[in-house]
Every structure is written in C-alpha cells, then in structure tokens.
C-alpha cells in the first residue's frame, strides 16, 4: 500500500532526513532498499542462529528454489 501510495516518481525524492554519518538515504528509494536489506540481513542471521541450537528454521526454500 505504501509503495503504490508512494509510485515511481515518490522513490527518487529525497528523504526528509539524513542519520549522521550513512550514505545512502539520500532517496526514498535507497532508503528503502537499505532498510529492507538490513533486515534482511538479520533474519539471514537469525536463521542460523535457530539452526545451530537446534531449532527449526523459519525458512526453509523449496527444492526448485534451491535449483534457481
């Protein structure tokens, strides 16, 4: 919903604020991008985490997906 609030012109406007000291939130559309991919990042972590204490994972990719 918000992305299609925002359309494609809304991801290059800049972004209302900067935090001090990153470099890439200078768009709406980098910001994003970072945002996501940080978390991204985490559950990246997390995943491993569960499986090393033996619990099962969140996401387990299909065979076709571990093909791709």
Not at 14 to 24: S, Y
Not at 46 to 54: D, I, K, N, P
């Amino acid at each position: 919903a918000f992305l299609d609030q925002l359309g494609e012109d809304g991801l290059d406007q800049p972004t209302k604020c900067q935090p001090p000291g990153f470099v890439g939130f200078e768009t709406v559309g980098t910001a994003i991008q970072i945002v996501a991919g940080h978390a991204i990042g985490h559950m990246g972590g997390l995943t491993v985490v569960r499986a090393a204490s033996g619990k099962p994972r969140l996401f387990v990719p299909s065979e076709a997906l571990r093909d791709f």
